[in-house]
């Protein structure tokens, strides 16, 4: 799609902005509608599109395939570690009290934002991963071909 | 309605992955329609963005037109009507939309309403719920996602590997 001008001005305006929404998204998750699964969704969007306008080799420069498939894993364990931390210090497994226990309400804030944040990481890479490995083995076609 | 009607009887795989894309966005208003904000939400993301293009995606790798079918439809309409036909009649025994004496009204959700304030204090009470009250729910779920993506690179992108390695020993 290299040709097509107003497209490529477009996605440059928009995609700050959509990484941006899906950030708001992620942290405003606990006052408005929203949380990890859909900012995950949002932020993969912003990589995606950057993909199909301009080309897979220009987001893989931006975000090498290794580094996405250690963020799947990564997102989980920060979830995962929430809890495992809560364990040792004594309360139930993903208890987020166990985070500030002189404040147990902080302590649910700062757990429900980690987790939220490892939601979020896993489902974007989860998501970009999945567009690259079918988008690496899709043959390029140029605009007649649909 | 339409759109799904649409959806069955296009033969264009095309014209099917974008309609199908306007059904889940459509779904997404009939979701907002009951108040169900956060899960319109992800329909409008996950169905309308993400899967369209995966289903693009996929088109490009594969022919993009349906062949037309090889065995008559009799079978398949008759299971599809049986379940759906079951599925209407389970709904019969479901409480009324917005029913205050529902189930669901009279025992949970009052005490997640009167809880969540005093003990994680979050304005949106579905994200007090999804995250902390069912915390291991959400585990899960990104478990799901996380098996999700390790699947699907297993499947497409060892295969390439494997492909290629074959290429190699050939050569």
């Known amino acids: 799609m290299r040709h097509h001008l107003i497209l490529r001005v477009v996605t440059k305006l928009l995609i700050g902005v959509i990484m941006l929404f899906a950030l708001y998204v992620q942290f405003h998750g606990d006052y408005s509608p929203g949380g990890g699964f859909q900012a995950g969704v949002i932020m993969s969007v912003g990589f995606i599109i950057y993909s199909v306008v301009f080309s897979l080799a220009d987001v893989q420069k931006v975000l090498p395939p290794w580094f996405v498939h250690k963020l799947m894993a990564i997102g989980l364990l920060l979830y995962a570690g929430t809890g495992v931390y809560s364990m040792f210090v004594g309360y139930n497994y993903l208890d987020y009290d166990a985070i500030s226990p002189h404040h147990p309400v902080h302590g649910q804030h700062y757990g429900i934002i980690l987790i939220e944040l490892g939601v979020g990481i896993t489902v974007t890479a989860v998501m970009v991963t999945i567009f690259y490995a079918f988008a690496s083995r899709t043959p390029v076609m140029d605009d007649e071909a649909w | 309605m339409c759109t799904a009607l649409a959806v069955v009887r296009t033969q264009s795989l095309f014209a099917t992955a ?16 009951l108040d169900a904000v956060d899960v319109a939400f992800t329909e409008a993301a996950v169905g309308a963005g993400i899967s369209t293009v995966l289903m693009l995606g996929t088109l490009a790798l594969t022919a993009r037109f349906e062949r037309p079918p090889s065995h008559s439809p009799v079978i398949p309409l008759f299971v599809v009507l049986v379940t759906g036909a079951a599925l209407i009649y389970g709904t019969l025994d479901m409480p009324s939309f917005g029913d205050p004496n529902a189930p669901a009204q009279v025992h949970l959700a009052p005490d997640f309403i009167q809880r969540s304030p005093e003990e994680i204090d979050v304005p949106n009470i579905v994200t007090a719920i999804l995250a902390s009250y069912r915390g291991y729910d959400t585990l899960g779920e990104v478990a799901v996602v996380f098996t999700a993506g390790i699947g699907v690179l297993l499947l497409i992108n060892g295969l390439r590997h494997r492909r290629r390695r074959k290429d190699k020993e050939d050569a």
């Open chain 2, 18 to 33: 974008m309609l199908a894309g306007a059904f889940s966005l459509l779904s997404a208003l009939l979701f907002v329609t």
